[in-house]
């Protein structure tokens, strides 16, 4: 049995960005996630666990596997016409390392940040 997602008023989802980006770096991975709010599904994802990338990184948990998920989630999103992402950060990440990989290469692919 699927069960739906839970459906929002309409008075919050006015206040809600569309899409958020959403970033979880464990030891072995990398992974990221576009969410789309209203509906609380997932818009498009990229990891470095993706068999079909694994070849292509020489490791998958360092900044170069960030950088590279980063690109090949921003031309995902584009393919899917969604121009435009907002960042979740959580409370311990900041601006540097992986996450700044992350998001600039997004950047580079044509995707712009709310």
Sequence with gaps: MVIPPPVRPP????????????????????????????????????????????PSLETTRDVAAAAKIGKILGERLLL?????????????????????AVIDSLMEAGVKLL
Excluded: C, D, W
Aim: no cysteine; glycine share 2%; proline share 5%.
């Design 80 to 100: 899917k016409n969604i121009p435009a992402v907002a960042v979740h950060l959580k409370r311990e990440q900041r601006y540097h390392g992986k996450v700044k």
């Design 11 to 54: 008075r919050i989802t006015q206040y809600l960005k569309p899409y958020v980006l959403k970033m979880h770096f464990t030891n072995k991975y990398v992974s990221a996630q576009v969410i789309h709010s209203p509906t609380a599904t997932v818009a498009s994802a990229a990891s470095s666990q993706e068999k079909a990338l694994r």
